[in-house]
């Protein structure tokens, strides 16, 4: 077997192609049978679908070509998510004209956050957004005299930073680890597809475990459709997939890899209804309409803002 | 010729990039757009980003008869800008003071004017920019104007947002998701006070349809 102990790049890394090659087996697949479904069914709410399916193959067609194209260019095209995100968020969140400053500040922090992650400086990464930023965004904010709101405005902002800058980056350290001697083709863009697919699955089978089975809610008062039915048929289903996927695509073991799909499964679905509160707390279906059939940026990375930091530290914790 | 190429930089190369890069506007209905002059579009005004935004989100036929109507007073103020309204923005000059203007002569004359040569110009019936995302009453030269122009449509714009990403007396450009509402065609009826209704009530229509936000 060749060492592989270095990161190396991507494109090299055959699990990393057998990974996105499956990705696009199964896109072609689903759109076969939903172009199929279409053409005899032809009812509108398969209009979503076929949307929601096009938006996908952006989706994966740009995921892909960044892991393959370089270390660097997968970095670009997560702070674009987290950009994507944030800005999103910001447009939605309350705010106050005052803090413009502050936001474009809280802007800079993408690029600032990303670039710790290409140095690979640990230490830094995990501390700019949690200690420096914190601490300065209400020291700028006090530098603008107004305190009418002031609490408020600082949770947003704070909340908003954490969850699509501050957990999102941890795709990119993620990116950054090397493989280990357990596995040498298990490091960064293999666990960084690891952990994409899982959450995003997860998700789907989450909803098909729902519609087909689900009676029991959850948190009705948040997220209407979620059911047990859903949420419990969807975490086995994560799991399975995360202890076969972990042979080829991880360092783990295959008892860490149950934890590690029970962990992504359960908490996708945390991610996912939180962003759900936020939305109807603002009284509000979708983030934007950035991506036809599945609504803004953050609609479709609700689930990694919980599963990218979680999976990044129980893989650092035990392989690293 | 300098001007032309200008303008062609300006929109593509600096404007574009920076309205649905780093910005991002949505624009809902652009096929109501209209593909050639005359025109009058007429926007709610909170940002400079509204003229720029409206010009290149119409469609490439319409982009070199497009003309921003703007006050003489603030766009003529020196040499530089002067070259820039002229030449790049390609605006409609227009004297808001009485004192400005010769004897006897009208404000709307040149919009008349734009409007005979076939240009689609871009109307603020508010008169200026005003507190961000707030929409102030319109001013009647747009009705006057309509009926100057029967057979010209009368484009209804609104937009949400700018007035954030860029708020009057500001220099710094932050970046919010911003939305642009396209509303049916109106053409005058014949009656002044009609005219402004349907106007208005059009615009508030416009207004209701989007998610706003708490912004203080």
């Known amino acids: 077997m060749i060492e592989f102990f270095e990161r190396g790049e991507a494109v090299h890394n055959p699990v990393v192609l057998w990974a996105l090659a499956s990705l696009f087996v199964i896109l072609i697949g689903a759109t076969i049978i939903v172009n199929y479904l279409h053409s005899r069914g032809g009812s509108g709410e398969f209009d979503e679908v076929v949307q929601r399916l096009r938006t996908w193959w952006l989706i994966i067609v740009l995921l892909s070509s960044a892991i393959l194209l370089s270390s660097n260019a997968s970095l670009v095209f997560f702070a674009l998510i987290s950009f994507l995100g944030l800005k999103e968020f910001l447009t939605l969140a309350p705010t106050r004209r005052v803090d413009r400053n502050v936001l474009f500040y809280i802007y800079l922090s993408i690029p600032v956050q990303y670039m710790w992650a290409a140095l690979e400086w640990y230490g830094m990464f995990i501390i700019f957004v949690p200690v420096y930023l914190f601490l300065f965004v209400p020291l700028r904010m006090v530098l603008g005299g107004n305190t009418t709101n002031f609490l408020k405005a600082a949770g947003v902002l704070h909340w908003g930073v954490m969850t699509t800058v501050f957990s999102l980056s941890h795709l990119a350290f993620l990116l950054m680890l090397p493989a280990t001697e357990s596995n040498p083709y298990g490091s960064g863009p293999a666990l960084v597809l690891y952990v994409i697919i899982l959450t995003q699955l997860n998700d789907v089978a989450q909803f098909i475990w729902g519609k087909t089975f689900g009676s029991r809610r959850v948190v009705p008062s948040v997220s209407p459709n979620k059911t047990w039915e859903g949420l419990l048929g969807g975490v086995l289903t994560t799991t399975t997939l995360a202890v076969v996927l972990s042979i080829w695509m991880t360092p783990m073991s295959l008892f860490q890899a149950v934890f590690a799909g029970l962990g992504i499964g359960i908490f996708g679905f945390v991610g996912d209804v939180c962003v759900s509160a936020v939305k109807r707390d603002l009284g509000i279906k979708d983030t934007s309409q950035m991506l036809p059939g599945h609504g803004g940026v953050l609609d479709r990375v609700d689930s990694l803002t919980y599963t990218a930091p979680l999976f990044f530290h129980y893989v650092y914790y035990f392989c690293y | ?216």
């Open chain 2, 1 to 216: 010729m300098l001007g032309k190429i200008a303008r062609f930089f300006f929109f593509n190369f600096f404007i574009r990039p920076m309205v649905f890069l780093y910005l991002g506007v949505n624009i809902r209905r652009s096929f109501l757009l209209p593909k050639k002059g005359p025109a009058i579009l007429v926007a709610n005004h909170n940002s400079h980003l509204d003229t720029v935004v409206l010009m290149i989100a119409c469609p490439r036929s319409l982009f070199s008869h497009l003309r921003p109507v703007a006050a003489a007073d603030y766009w003529l103020k020196g040499p530089l800008l002067t070259w820039f309204s002229t030449h790049v923005l390609n605006i409609v000059p227009i004297h808001r003071k009485k004192e400005d203007r010769p004897e006897g002569s009208d404000p709307l004359d040149s919009i008349g004017k734009a409007l005979d040569e076939g240009s689609a110009v871009i109307f603020f019936p508010e008169g200026s920019r005003g507190e961000p995302e707030q929409m102030t009453s319109f001013k009647r030269g747009i009705a006057i104007l309509a009926e100057r122009h029967p057979d010209v449509p009368v484009v209804p714009v609104y937009f949400q947002g700018l007035g954030r990403a860029l708020p009057r007396g500001e220099g710094l450009l932050v970046p919010f998701l911003c939305d642009m509402y396209v509303g049916e065609h109106l053409y005058w009826s014949g009656d002044e006070e009609e005219f402004m209704k349907r106007l208005v009530r059009r615009f508030e229509s416009l207004s209701r349809e989007g998610y706003k936000p708490q912004w203080e």
